[in-house]
């Protein structure tokens, strides 16, 4: 079973939509949780952390749900810059040491 | 702004040569840790350290890598015998608090 698992991909959408990513994780002890961004060839940057109460940066919504191991991120009026992969990370810390497990990503094409 | 840094940013080698590939933390923070992407998959992570020692592994990091924080700044990770499924892109980053920030990646081509 894969430890997190994004919306296959790719969403194409014009300028101004909403667009909304959706995730799943199988780690119950998974203790944090974000979005991360990746253009084409270049390191993966950090675009938000998921807190449990939800959390919204201008944009940029996003959501976690423990119970169903869910997280989502929501990008409203979307921009051409908006185009990118949208990688969902969750960090798990155990006895032994901690690790991020990185989501397979969905890219996003903004379309003018 | 602080930032991580990777050298080189291409490194093409030959099967079975041993390679090294370089980063520089962010100086105050704690966790490092390598991560590769093979082209078109997902970013898989490999190693973290903490505290000059590795806090956990995957199963990709098997005998033939190896972490080094020689001198305070530099975090190396060493591949000994390289082989083609080794291409990939190389991340290493480092973390505060549960935050982590990467470094631009070092290409690794094996042929």
């Known amino acids: 079973r894969k430890e997190v698992e994004q919306d296959p991909g790719p969403f194409n959408v014009p300028e101004g939509a909403t667009v909304a990513f959706n995730c799943t994780y199988s780690?119950?002890?998974?203790?944090?949780f974000f979005w991360y961004r990746q253009d084409c060839r270049k390191e993966p940057k950090l675009l938000m952390s998921v807190y449990s109460s939800g959390n919204e940066d201008g944009r940029f919504t996003a959501q976690l749900n423990r119970a169903s191991q869910y997280i989502s991120l929501l990008i409203r009026d979307s921009k051409l810059s908006d185009s990118a992969t949208y990688l969902c990370v969750v960090k798990l810390r155990d006895n032994y040491g901690q690790n991020f497990v990185f989501g397979p990503g969905t890219r996003l094409s903004v379309l003018p | 702004e602080p930032e991580v840094t990777q050298t080189p940013s291409h490194q093409v080698t030959q099967m079975g040569q041993e390679v090294i590939l370089r980063c520089v933390p962010i100086?105050?923070?704690?966790?490092f840790y390598w991560y590769r992407q093979i082209l078109g998959q997902k970013v898989e992570f490999l190693v973290s350290f903490y505290n000059n020692e590795i806090s956990e592994k995957s199963e990709i990091f098997d005998d033939q890598f190896s972490v080094e924080r020689p001198d305070g700044s530099n975090f190396t990770l060493k591949i000994r015998s390289t082989k083609l499924e080794d291409s990939a892109m190389y991340f290493c980053?480092?973390?505060?608090?549960?935050?982590?920030?990467f470094g631009p990646g070092t290409r690794l081509t094996v042929t």
């Open positions: 980053a480092s973390e505060e608090g549960y935050e982590q920030y």
């Open positions: 780690n119950s002890a998974s203790q944090s």
């Open positions: 100086s105050n923070h704690l966790y």
